[in-house]
């Protein structure tokens, strides 16, 4: 079982940015596939963007040029920088960690005003 715990949402402007954090417990970080979704009243989860244990990164159109998704496997953690946010991007995100099962956060609030 794998528990992860995100952190670093909140309230901010449109044009300004946060960092998403994901921590994980689990010694095994390095061999998930790590990724963020979000989620907003009436819509189905949106996959944000993935990392490989490898390094490879892929992004939902919406947010490629402004989020940046990364990991760090020495502390077992991965981010989510976003950058020039948009009302649009208010939503719930949740970190995952997919290897042979997918493991899911409990979720930060984001919400950017206009």
């Known amino acids: 079982q794998v528990q992860l715990v995100e952190s670093g949402g909140g309230l901010v402007q449109a044009g300004g940015s946060l960092r998403l954090s994901c921590a994980a417990s689990?010694?095994?970080?390095?061999?998930?596939?790590m990724g963020w979704y979000r989620q907003t009243p009436g819509k189905q989860r949106e996959l944000v963007a993935t990392i490989t244990s490898g390094g490879l990164v892929r992004y939902t159109d919406p947010v490629k040029g402004r989020f940046t998704i990364s990991r760090d496997n020495a502390k077992n953690t991965l981010y989510l920088q976003m950058t020039t946010l948009k009302p649009e991007d208010t939503a719930i995100y949740y970190c995952?960690?997919?290897?042979?099962?997918?493991?899911w956060g409990q979720g930060t609030q984001v919400t950017v005003s206009s």
């Open positions: 995952t960690a997919r290897a042979y099962n997918t493991y």
């Open positions: 689990t010694s095994s970080f390095a061999v998930f596939t």
